[in-house]
């Protein structure tokens, strides 16, 4: 139907209807230009306004006829009030509601106060009620507003009369041409403020004749003008991807079963007890893209590359993986585009303006696994979704421990601190390592999920089930022993020293190999291009590493440099600590270099030490504050010729004869030339020794 919407008050109290206020279905349905029979079939479902229709028997006993009640649309209005529609469609839905409103409640007042025969001390108040209790908006309505309303519309009949036309949109419409230079001027990714857009326009408008607004008025029509979401894809792209961006569909057959692999880190929304610390631990999953099961996970104290090589080397050892993937979509993030992984660091990676890994030159693990590796894409539909969807399910993992943080500060829970306070409550890092070990397993074995895609012939399927059925291609690698050889850190290459080999592990620098017969021969002292060589250690065992050559031939098993003893099990996270208490100890001398003199002067001399340092700066401060930030030499035409001028000036006040300078004689140089040079032989007659002395003995 294409009436237009509004609220018919449903009748309380038993009054009959007048026939005037309606029109039968049959006229109703040419008026507004609609289906007859759907209009009636409206009617009888009641899926009209409650008051819109009515049936009436009385004019066809047996059947009866449905009357539309002509304050339900404009159009229905009585003939011969075409201006009447006209203002009706001019209102806002507000105003068209609540002159219905009104005309309903003067009818009802008019049909009781004319056929009532109880006192009005009675049934006034009755009516009030009723009407407060159907329209709440308009509270209680005295007897001098019912009878107002009943004057001015003639009982109900004439219901434009109780239009309210106050606000609205009454503000002036600006010309189509100057909206649209609005536009070119806000839509832009340069996000110019409405202000400035709009006194720009206001500039074009008055030299091309345009109708303009307000600037005020500008505010209030901009998102009626542009919508909001309009403007948020021209000036915030990425926030309108994030928030208003449609879903883009997933193909679910675009990999095979296994052969595509998506890696992602999550920190755990819980505590946990590490070591002599209390820590959030952070879980690296890698999951199936097909099937969504998780193919291999680690649970670690930070994320780094240690802990994705170490749930990397689970995945790739498990046999029931059939070998591994041909391709990974992983993070962005540093510990995942480590120079390990792909044979060269993000900085040379941005340096070359590519993105993408060569795989044919790189010398990492993926290339060597023959693994084709890609950064997944902010927003794409075949990124790291699924992995995102699957670390939202750590959640309520987390919530089954006491030390549920909360995923923001909102969901924290409130006795969170207490519990931190007490150890015993606190589960322990292996605790979580248990418990999620098992919460991994029920999801791979879990057939009862909401995935349409996860199901073969109508059966739902688990993740398990679906990689074991639809993975049809295993890969095998020729040395199996290689695997573990490669799932190491490998360092960049490095060229071997007189010291050595020098790693930098944990921000320090460790050597080895430092008189270790098979390095001799790529110490090469003398050539300006030294050999390099490849490295890989175990960052659980770093006493000793492994050293290859360019071409990942195995050299030998270097051990670390024996300076001050060397003990077994050193792992990387020593080396960290190393670092970081080597960092407190340098900073702790700058501070005693700084404050050394407290422990030498006296208190009162500290006292005066400390006032001559403010005084200092106080005077410092107004010093510079007195002085002009910078200072700008300026040249002119006339400089140095005020001089010359005073001069003139105190010649003509003592009354000189003349203001111009004595003449000077003329000098010709070319006669002192020439003059100088018939006096040369005659100067070596008389005195050659002063000629040897000014020329040189060759003169």
Same mark, same amino acid.
């Given at each position: 139907?294409?009436? =237009?919407?509004?609220?018919?008050?449903?009748?309380?109290?038993?009054?009959?209807?007048?026939?005037?206020?309606?029109?039968?279905?049959?006229?109703?349905?040419?008026?507004?230009?609609?289906?007859?029979? /759907?209009?009636?079939?409206?009617?009888?479902?009641?899926?009209?306004?409650?008051?819109?229709?009515?049936?009436?028997?009385?004019?066809?006993?047996?059947?009866?006829?449905?009357?539309?009640?002509?304050?339900?649309?404009?159009?229905?209005?009585?003939?011969?009030?075409?201006?009447?529609?006209?203002?009706?469609?001019?209102?806002? /839905?507000?105003?068209?509601?609540?002159? =219905?409103?009104?005309?309903?409640?003067?009818?009802?007042?008019?049909?009781?106060?004319?056929?009532?025969?109880?006192?009005?001390?009675?049934?006034?108040?009755?009516?009030?009620?009723?009407?407060?209790?159907?329209?709440?908006?308009?509270?209680?309505?005295?007897?001098?507003?019912?009878?107002?309303?009943?004057?001015?519309?003639?009982?109900?009949?004439?219901?434009?009369?109780?239009?309210?036309?106050?606000?609205?949109?009454?503000?002036?419409?600006?010309?189509?041409?100057?909206?649209?230079?609005?536009?070119?001027?806000?839509?832009?990714?340069?996000?110019?403020?409405?202000?400035?857009?709009?006194?720009?326009?206001?500039?074009?408008?008055?030299? %091309?004749?345009?109708?303009?607004?307000?600037?005020?008025?500008? $505010?209030?029509?901009?998102?009626?003008?542009?919508?909001? !979401?309009?403007?948020?894809?021209?000036?915030?792209?990425?926030?309108?991807?994030? $928030?208003?961006?449609?879903?883009?569909?997933?193909?679910?057959?675009?990999?095979?079963?296994?052969?595509?692999?998506?890696?992602?880190?999550?920190?755990?929304?819980?505590?946990?007890?590490? @070591? +002599?610390?209390?820590?959030?631990?952070?879980?690296?999953?890698?999951?199936?893209?097909?099937?969504?099961?998780?193919?291999?996970?680690?649970?670690? #104290?930070?994320?780094?590359?240690?802990?994705?090589?170490?749930?990397?080397?689970?995945?790739?050892?498990?046999?029931?993986?059939?070998?591994?993937?041909?391709?990974?979509?992983?993070?962005?993030?540093?510990?995942?585009?480590?120079?390990?992984?792909?044979?060269?660091?993000?900085?040379?990676?941005? @340096?070359?303006?590519?993105?993408?890994?060569?795989?044919?030159?790189?010398?990492?693990?993926? &290339?060597?696994?023959?693994?084709?590796?890609?950064?997944?894409?902010?927003?794409?539909?075949?990124?790291?979704?699924?992995?995102?969807?699957?670390?939202?399910?750590?959640?309520?993992?987390?919530?089954?421990?006491?030390?549920?943080?909360?995923?923001?500060?909102?969901?924290?829970?409130?006795?969170?601190?207490?519990?931190?306070?007490?150890?015993?409550?606190?589960?322990?890092?292996?605790?979580?390592?248990? @418990?999620?070990?098992?919460?991994?397993? %029920?999801?791979?074995?879990?057939?009862?999920?909401?995935?349409?895609?996860?199901?073969?012939? /109508?059966?739902?399927? #688990?993740?398990?089930?679906?990689?074991?059925?639809?993975?049809?291609?295993?890969?095998?690698?020729?040395?199996?022993?290689?695997?573990?050889?490669?799932?190491?850190?490998?360092?960049?290459?490095?060229?071997?020293?007189?010291?050595?080999?020098?790693?930098?592990?944990?921000?320090?620098? &460790?050597?080895?190999?430092?008189?270790?017969?098979?390095?001799?021969?790529?110490?090469?002292?003398?050539?300006?291009?030294?050999?390099?060589?490849?490295?890989?250690?175990?960052?659980?065992?770093?006493?000793?590493?492994?050293?290859?050559?360019?071409?990942?031939?195995?050299?030998?098993?270097?051990?670390?440099?024996?300076?001050?003893?060397?003990? $077994?099990?050193?792992?990387?996270?020593?080396?960290? !600590?190393?670092?970081?208490?080597?960092?407190?100890?340098?900073?702790?001398?700058?501070? +005693?270099?700084?404050?050394?003199?407290?422990?030498?002067?006296?208190?009162?001399?500290?006292?005066?030490?400390?006032?001559?340092?403010?005084?200092?700066?106080?005077?410092?401060?107004?010093?510079?504050?007195?002085?002009?930030?910078?200072?700008?030499?300026?040249?002119?035409?006339?400089?140095?010729?005020?001089?010359?001028?005073?001069?003139?000036?105190?010649?003509?006040?003592?009354?000189?004869?003349?203001?111009?300078?004595?003449?000077?004689?003329?000098?010709?140089?070319?006669?002192?030339?020439?003059?100088?040079?018939?006096?040369?032989?005659?100067?070596?007659?008389?005195?050659?020794?002063?000629?040897?002395?000014?020329?040189?003995?060759?003169?």
């Amino acid at each position: 139907m294409s009436a =237009l919407p509004c609220q018919i008050p449903a009748p309380i109290d038993a009054r009959p209807f007048d026939l005037a206020d309606f029109i039968s279905v049959r006229e109703a349905a040419r008026r507004m230009n609609c289906n007859r029979n /759907g209009l009636l079939r409206d009617c009888k479902d009641g899926n009209l306004p409650a008051g819109a229709a009515i049936k009436c028997d009385a004019l066809s006993p047996g059947r009866g006829q449905w009357f539309i009640a002509r304050a339900y649309d404009p159009r229905l209005a009585g003939d011969g009030q075409e201006s009447t529609i006209a203002a009706a469609e001019a209102l806002t /839905g507000k105003q068209r509601n609540l002159m =219905l409103q009104r005309a309903d409640c003067a009818r009802r007042y008019r049909h009781a106060r004319l056929n009532s025969r109880e006192p009005k001390a009675v049934w006034l108040p009755r009516l009030q009620a009723a009407i407060r209790q159907q329209y709440p908006a308009m509270g209680t309505l005295g007897r001098s507003t019912l009878a107002k309303w009943e004057d001015k519309s003639d009982g109900g009949k004439n219901f434009m009369a109780l239009a309210d036309r106050r606000g609205g949109r009454q503000s002036p419409e600006a010309s189509l041409e100057a909206w649209e230079a609005f536009e070119d001027l806000f839509l832009t990714p340069k996000r110019l403020d409405v202000r400035h857009c709009w006194k720009i326009v206001k500039n074009l408008a008055a030299k %091309n004749g345009w109708r303009w607004i307000y600037y005020s008025q500008c $505010q209030r029509q901009l998102d009626r003008k542009v919508p909001p !979401e309009k403007q948020m894809f021209s000036r915030d792209p990425e926030r309108w991807r994030t $928030q208003c961006a449609p879903f883009i569909h997933q193909d679910e057959e675009s990999w095979r079963a296994g052969q595509r692999w998506v890696s992602d880190g999550k920190t755990l929304d819980l505590w946990c007890t590490w @070591r +002599q610390s209390i820590i959030r631990p952070v879980v690296i999953c890698w999951i199936d893209w097909r099937t969504r099961r998780i193919v291999g996970w680690h649970l670690a #104290s930070v994320e780094d590359s240690s802990a994705i090589l170490q749930s990397f080397g689970k995945a790739m050892r498990d046999p029931f993986n059939f070998g591994g993937p041909s391709e990974v979509a992983i993070d962005n993030g540093q510990s995942y585009s480590a120079f390990m992984w792909h044979g060269s660091t993000k900085q040379e990676r941005r @340096r070359a303006l590519s993105i993408a890994v060569d795989e044919a030159a790189a010398t990492a693990i993926y &290339a060597h696994l023959n693994i084709e590796a890609h950064f997944s894409n902010p927003f794409g539909p075949n990124g790291k979704a699924r992995m995102e969807r699957f670390n939202r399910r750590l959640t309520p993992f987390a919530r089954g421990f006491d030390t549920f943080c909360g995923i923001d500060s909102t969901s924290r829970p409130e006795q969170l601190a207490d519990i931190l306070k007490n150890p015993a409550k606190i589960p322990t890092f292996a605790e979580v390592e248990t @418990r999620l070990s098992a919460f991994i397993e %029920n999801y791979n074995d879990d057939a009862d999920h909401a995935m349409d895609d996860l199901s073969e012939n /109508g059966v739902k399927l #688990s993740p398990n089930e679906a990689f074991s059925k639809w993975c049809d291609t295993r890969r095998v690698m020729a040395d199996p022993a290689a695997l573990d050889l490669l799932l190491a850190h490998w360092h960049k290459p490095v060229t071997v020293g007189r010291n050595g080999i020098s790693l930098t592990i944990g921000g320090r620098t &460790a050597r080895y190999g430092h008189v270790f017969e098979a390095l001799r021969p790529y110490k090469a002292p003398g050539r300006k291009i030294k050999p390099v060589v490849n490295v890989s250690y175990d960052p659980a065992a770093l006493e000793t590493v492994r050293v290859y050559d360019s071409q990942f031939r195995f050299i030998t098993v270097a051990p670390m440099n024996r300076v001050g003893g060397v003990v $077994q099990g050193m792992t990387k996270a020593d080396c960290a !600590e190393t670092h970081r208490q080597i960092a407190a100890y340098r900073k702790s001398l700058r501070h +005693q270099a700084e404050y050394s003199i407290t422990s030498i002067l006296s208190t009162e001399e500290q006292f005066a030490s400390a006032t001559r340092k403010r005084q200092q700066a106080e005077r410092d401060a107004a010093l510079a504050a007195a002085q002009p930030t910078s200072i700008i030499g300026i040249r002119t035409p006339l400089d140095g010729q005020s001089k010359q001028l005073q001069k003139q000036e105190l010649k003509i006040a003592v009354g000189a004869e003349s203001l111009s300078e004595p003449a000077t004689p003329r000098v010709d140089i070319f006669e002192k030339l020439a003059a100088a040079q018939r006096s040369i032989p005659q100067a070596r007659q008389d005195r050659p020794d002063l000629l040897e002395q000014i020329y040189g003995r060759h003169a």
